[in-house]
Structure formats: structure tokens, C-alpha cells
């Protein structure tokens, strides 16, 4: 083996996924999924190469753009439901020996449904499998959430279940006190290490021995349908665990919020205008965005509107607010950082709510920075956050509550 060994990250997405369609380049907070795992290969010090794995041509252009290569498709009969991960990993490591010569020392395989995982997982576990060179693999396990010592197994043909585990020296381990039964753990999809001669020579994708490495089960999840995917948001949104990301980490919310910067088209209002014959325009607001915005200013928070948009409407509406507003401005930047220096608010404690590329600058100069749930496709991947709501249907209030509870200072109309 060369001093630096050839680690090659192969990450299978094969289209036609039922329980969620589209699903490895299926928006996941603001990215593809499949960017998330190509992040994480693309990051790691000890990874050679990064290749994807797909019978998919969407996959594949999406792949390409986030920086994996995608040298070959998959063929469609390695490709179905029910298709084996050693079929897959086969015909990548044939097809790379044999087209280019090229046989990697150590394979990595990323699977895109366990997007979310430590910064240094990838570079930990290879490095663990090098140190023990008689190791056929390494798999990433988590803590079980259920205790297989208390499972048991039913044979429809016989009236008697039996128990899946037993202990040595225990008779009755299913009706034991779960402290005293095995730490049994369960297999993830975030990283499997594997040496080439295991899938090439005996077709096997973990052979034997193999290595553990344990992860902590906050990185848990599994994405397989729309519901698992919201769940595993949520923890990208709330956890506060580093991760990698495709582009920068998003920061977590401040302990004290002093400033709630606001957006208005788009971000205020659904980003719809009505415009009368006569040149008249009109928008919606939201009247429980509103009642949000009362709240956190009695709460001791001050909240001001930057706006691009000159019309009178925007004035109108934050007068009826009671809300300072600087409007028909194009220098965004310029005005936030003008009022935090005026006004002696530390960027600390700034939050920032937009939903489009020229709300983008600001998010640097503030503490946090969210974004509506139909923002521009950029500002939800620059954004900390992207909010549940919409512009105009309750994002703002969604932001205004989030606020309240870092702050602990609910206003008693709340209770």
C-alpha cells in the first residue's frame, strides 16, 4: 500500500425510489439530498475519489454539479427494488479496473438516506481500519433502540415462540432487567469502510472480521419517505450537533435576540401585488404575522423593515404595525449596518427574515438568518433556517414564537 492510500467514496442512488419519488435529489433543507454525502466524501481528508453510483440521469447532472463524478450508469437490472448493494459496488470496481486501471485500497460507501454526520466520521473510520490491517470492514453502528435479547421469533406452524437471543448463563434473558443484558447495537447507513478484495474476490460487502465504529445516535436518521424526511429536518434545524453541510454550517439561534430585521415582499406579504387599472397597487399581509411582531416588541425586542420595493404600501403597513421602515433602498448591507451602529446593537443578538438574492448580504452580518418556506432557491441554501411557513401565511409569527421561546420572555397575552 502507498503512503497515502487510495480511498475511493462510492455513494449508490439509484432512481425510482416508491416511498418518496425523486427522493436522493429531493430538496433536504435547502440542498439535494445526494449533497449532503457528497459533501461529506468531498471533505474528508483521507478520500481519494468521489464517484456516484446511478441508472438516473437527473441524479447523475445533480451528482456532476456538487462535485462527484459519475462515470458510468448503473444498469437498469442492478437497479431495482430489491437489487443487492455487492451487485452495485461490483460493477463500479469492474468497470473502474477495467476502463481505467484503477483499484482503490480502501472503499467507502456513503449511502444518501443517512445525510446527517460528524465532520470528522469519514476521516475516523478509515483511519480505524488502517490501523488494523486484518479487518475486512468497518460499519458505523449506533446504540439499538430495542433490546434483541427481549425479541422473539413465531413460527405460524408452531404454536411455541422461541427467543432470538440467548445468554450464556442466564436462562431467562427476555425477562432479565435490560441493565443486565448485552449493549447490543444497530447498523447505520452513514459509513461503511470496506477493502476491495471483500467485494471483488468473495462477493461479500463486509466479509470478516469487522470493525465497529460507534456513532452517536443524535446523527440517526433514515430517510425513505416524506415523512421521515421532515422528521430528519428538523434535526438539521434544532439539534445543534455538527454536521457536515454542502456549503457553510448553519449557525444555531442566539441566546438573546435585541433586533428582528425584516423583509416585505415575499417575506411580509405572499409576494403577490394587485394592481388596479388606475396603477393602484395592493398586497396581502398576514394578520397573525402581525400579532407575532406586537408580541416580540413587548417583549423587549425592536423589529425594523428593510425594503427594496418603493411603493406606499410598505409604509402603509408598517405604520399600521408601528414599525420603523427604511424602503426603496438597493444597498441592503449598508442601511442594516447604519442602524445596528446607530442604534448600538450588537450583531450578536440580530436575527434576519428574507426570501430572495438581495437579502443574501445581510445574512453574514447578523447573528441568524432564516428564510420563508418558498424562498429563492440561493437564499435557502445561504439561510441558517428555512421556516415551515410561507411568505405572507405565517412565517414571520412562526419566527416571531421561535424568538419568544429563546428569549424566555413571553408576554403574558401568550398565557
Known amino acids: 500500500m502507498v503512503d497515502r492510500p487510495e480511498v475511493l467514496a462510492i455513494i449508490p442512488a439509484r432512481g425510482g425510489s416508491k416511498g418518496l419519488p425523486g427522493k436522493n435529489v ?3 433543507a435547502g440542498f439535494p439530498l445526494i449533497a449532503y454525502s457528497i459533501a461529506a466524501a468531498k471533505q474528508a481528508k483521507t478520500v481519494t475519489r468521489t464517484i456516484v453510483s446511478t441508472d438516473d440521469d437527473e441524479i447523475a447532472a445533480v451528482a456532476q454539479e456538487w462535485g ?4 458510468f450508469r448503473r444498469p437498469a437490472e442492478i437497479s431495482q427494488d430489491r437489487s443487492l448493494d455487492i451487485d452495485t459496488f461490483l460493477h463500479a470496481l469492474r468497470w473502474l479496473e477495467e476502463h481505467e486501471n484503477y483499484r482503490p485500497d480502501l472503499v467507502v460507501q456513503l449511502r444518501p438516506t443517512s445525510p446527517i454526520r460528524p465532520p470528522d466520521l469519514i476521516d475516523n473510520a ?22 434483541p435479547f427481549k425479541m422473539w421469533l413465531i413460527d405460524e406452524n408452531d404454536p411455541f415462540m422461541q427467543p432470538l437471543n440467548l445468554v450464556e448463563g442466564m ?5 432479565a432487567p435490560r441493565q443486565s443484558l448485552p449493549q447490543a447495537y444497530w447498523q447505520t447507513g452513514h459509513i461503511d469502510v470496506i477493502r476491495p478484495h471483500v467485494i471483488l474476490d468473495k462477493h461479500q460487502m463486509s466479509g470478516s472480521p469487522i470493525l465497529s465504529y460507534q456513532i452517536d445516535p443524535a446523527y440517526t436518521v433514515d430517510i425513505d419517505n416524506l415523512e421521515t424526511l421532515l422528521q430528519a429536518e428538523q434535526v438539521v434545524w434544532d439539534a445543534h ?10 449557525r444555531s ?3 438573546k435576540v435585541s433586533l428582528l430585521v425584516l423583509d416585505f415582499d415575499g417575506t411580509m406579504t405572499d409576494d403577490r401585488v394587485w394592481v388596479s387599472e388606475d396603477g393602484k397597487e395592493m398586497v396581502a399581509a398576514n394578520r397573525g404575522d402581525g400579532m407575532g411582531i406586537q408580541l416580540v416588541k413587548q417583549s423587549g425586542v425592536d423589529v425594523i423593515v428593510i425594503s427594496k420595493e418603493k411603493n406606499p404600501v410598505v409604509s402603509a403597513r408598517c405604520q399600521k404595525l408601528k414599525l420603523p421602515v427604511v424602503q426603496g433602498i438597493d444597498d441592503k448591507p449598508a442601511v442594516l449596518q447604519q442602524y445596528l451602529t446607530q442604534h448600538s446593537i450588537p450583531a ?5 427574515l428574507g426570501n430572495d438574492i438581495n437579502d443574501i448580504p445581510c445574512f453574514p452580518m447578523v447573528a441568524y438568518a432564516a428564510v420563508v418556506a418558498d424562498a429563492n432557491k440561493k437564499a435557502r441554501q445561504a439561510a441558517d433556517r428555512i421556516l415551515q411557513h410561507k411568505g405572507g401565511h405565517g412565517a414571520v409569527r412562526e419566527l416571531c414564537e421561535m424568538i419568544l421561546e429563546h428569549n424566555q420572555k413571553i408576554p403574558c397575552e401568550l398565557t
Open 26 to 28: 429531493h430538496d433536504f
Open 68 to 71: 462527484a463524478e459519475v462515470p
Open 171 to 175: 436462562p431467562e434473558p427476555y425477562n
Open 348 to 352: 450578536a443578538q440580530v436575527v434576519y
Open 126 to 147: 478509515v483511519m480505524r481500519m488502517l490501523d488494523y490491517p486484518q479487518a475486512e470492514s468497518l460499519r458505523g453502528v449506533v446504540p439499538a433502540g430495542q433490546n
Open 241 to 250: 450537533i455538527p454536521m457536515v453541510h454542502p456549503v457553510n454550517p448553519r
Open 253 to 255: 439561534f442566539p441566546e
